[in-house]
């Protein structure tokens, strides 16, 4: 069974930095993707990053440059390095993952899309003051 434990959340003043990371366990499959979505009061949920099992890497237009997203070796933890935060990036954070048999399967997840995601933590929350 899939489990993700985010943390690292926190609130900061605008232009700093914050590292999350979300502890995962259960992700077998030899295709999959994880990623960081977010959800501001008042919002839709949208993806931030995601990371796939061949490396590939998409950032939502609103963060790249700022962020990076990263797994350890063993793909135990994923990572979310935030930099430069700004106000409207204050909201909930969740981590979220997929599996799936074929690689086009993810393609979803690629593509940023919450709906696509299968298993989610129950997220940290990131407040970013100006």
């Known amino acids: 069974q899939v489990h993700l434990v985010e943390s690292g959340g926190g609130s900061i003043q605008a232009g700093g930095s914050l590292r999350l990371s979300c502890a995962v366990s259960?992700?077998?499959?030899?295709?999959?993707?994880m990623g960081w979505f977010r959800q501001a009061p008042g919002k839709e949920r949208e993806g931030v990053a995601t990371?796939?099992?061949?490396?590939?890497?998409t950032y939502a237009d609103s963060v790249k440059g700022r962020f990076t997203i990263s797994q350890d070796n063993a793909k135990n933890v994923l990572y979310l390095q935030m930099n430069s935060l700004k106000p409207e990036d204050t909201a909930m954070y969740y981590c979220a993952a997929l599996q799936a048999v074929f690689s086009t399967y993810l393609q979803g997840c690629r593509d940023l899309r919450a709906n696509a995601m299968e298993y989610w933590g129950a997220g940290t929350l990131v407040t970013i003051s100006s």
């Open positions: 990371y796939s099992d061949d490396g590939t890497t």
């Open positions: 259960g992700v077998t499959g030899r295709r999959y993707c």
